[in-house]
């Protein structure tokens, strides 16, 4: 029987990071999946099947906390992990008080992505 590993979906404009942020997600026991665009993602198949979302805040077109609100519109309750390299305290209070899991600085550490997985996806 196989066991099925749960889908973080990267949803970031930054090249490097949908090309490394997978790989490292994969070692960390999740199917994982990469998008350029909020737009990209939402036109995908992933958004059923996604149980964690990581996404940038900044990026061109549909901003990532667009996409959570547009997420949250449609009836998708999926947990988010907001990322960026975007400094000041104001914009993360405000996500969490909208429902993200956890805003973390660019770069961020392992450990600081493992915890914040481990609350968006709990016995994952």
Do not use: W
């Not at 066991?3 to 949908?18: G, I, L, M, N, T």
């Not at 390299?85 to 961020?108: D, E, I, M, Y």
């Amino acid at each position: 029987m196989r066991v099925s590993r749960p889908r973080v979906a990267v949803v970031d404009d930054d090249e490097s990071v949908r090309e490394s942020l997978p790989d490292l997600l994969r070692e960390l026991g999740y199917d994982a999946r990469a998008f350029g665009s909020a737009e990209t993602f939402l036109a995908s198949a992933s958004i059923g099947e996604t149980r964690c979302l990581i996404l940038d805040i900044a990026m061109p077109g549909m901003s990532g906390p667009d996409l959570h609100q547009q997420l949250l519109l449609q009836g998708h309750r999926v947990p988010v992990i907001f990322i960026s390299a975007l400094t000041g305290k104001s914009l993360p209070v405000a996500l969490l008080r909208n429902g993200a899991v956890a805003c973390l600085a660019k770069p961020f550490s392992e450990q600081e992505l493992r915890l914040a997985l481990s609350a968006a996806i709990p016995g994952a």
